[in-house]
């Protein structure tokens, strides 16, 4: 998160290196304007020169998170179709690797939370109907790369491509919602054992 | 929702009507005791000598819809498996044949954020369990059965199980935070086209 290519001046990207932090500090529901200024090392007014309010700052954070992602999720142009899409749904589920499974859980609770106010929050609702439109479309891409190279059977790949997020996002909710301990693994084998057997030629 | 062979009193049976009427009503964000008891007819006073907190009246009121569920879904032993397993996908997305589509994507809604709760608060956590639980049990119950019938695959069943259940929670948690105007029938869809050619024989 040093580089900076992804439209945000400067000082918004600090604001929002300082919103995930203050998130992963206190998580959704402790995170306070106060944090994030914490983080920032400036005063709230400071902050409320460019944002109006913590929902204004959460949603140029989702679209931050987007940006993040567009610059570290790279298709492996060398790898097999199956690869491709099995390394993109790792990193869903494990995060990028030099993260650490606590900082990824909390990451995705705090997400969960924000996303269920989508409902009521046309702000947030754009920013995850942008999220899930650019997962989806690489999904799609992959899927239609195996078909043309004959590895995957020829499947309608929108509908297909759904079909795997929506695995990869019941089960994150699954996994923080309940008791039943549903684990990134447990979510990978429903991908490698049902998902990608109906898929493969 | 007039039987009471659920276990609750009359009168908690009552609150928990009211509690659905008012969840329709002002959806999870403007639900308060008040709204409660206004739909129960008493005053909040009434409403406090059975539950002290509205957490603890909606983890009451989750226990409630297990409860409805259990009496309301019944497996019909002269379906097929996929015909059982399709009714039940159907309860799921449509709601019971009498409840309107506005009826049932409100109370998803409200579901879907008492749900993202969960994390931070245990009463809600403990009974989305026992509904994951559930519904978990009767897939498998019904996979086995066709298993056994010899017109499902020899599949994991608890996988199978989960797989079907996260596309389910999956797409009613994409309808209801994006624009991508995901139906309940694009969900089914992916049931029928995807899931259920991998698990029939």
């Known amino acids: 998160m040093t580089d900076n290519n992804s439209g945000f001046s400067d000082t918004k990207q600090e604001i929002m290196q300082a919103t995930y932090d203050a998130i992963q500090q206190h998580g959704y529901a402790g995170l306070t304007i106060q944090s994030i200024a914490d983080n920032f090392g400036k005063s709230k007014a400071a ?10 700052i959460l949603a140029a954070f989702l679209n931050y998170l987007l940006s993040e ?10 790898s097999s179709p199956e690869q491709q899409l ?3 749904v790792d990193v869903l589920l494990y995060g990028p690797d030099n993260s650490s499974s606590e ?15 989508s409902p009521h929050k046309q702000l947030y609702r754009d920013q995850f109907t942008q999220i899930y439109h650019w997962l989806g479309n ?3 891409e992959i899927i ?7 590895v995957f059977r020829d499947v309608n790949a929108h509908l297909t491509a759904q079909h795997l997020l929506l695995i990869i996002v019941g089960g994150i909710l699954n996994r923080h919602t309940t008791n ?3 684990s990134p693994d447990q979510i990978r084998e429903i991908v490698t054992a049902q998902f990608l057997p109906y898929l493969k030629k």
Request: charged share 25%.
């Open 103 to 117: 900082e990824i859980f909390q990451m995705q609770t705090a997400l969960l939370e924000i996303q269920s106010q």
């Open 47 to 56: 902050l409320h020169y460019h944002y109006d309010t913590k929902e204004d």
């Open 144 to 150: 239609n790369n195996g078909i043309a190279e004959n």
């Open 69 to 78: 992602f567009r610059e570290t999720i790279q298709i492996d142009e060398d």
């Open 138 to 140: 690489l999904f799609v």
């Open 86 to 88: 099995l390394d993109l």
């Open 180 to 182: 039943s301990e549903m």
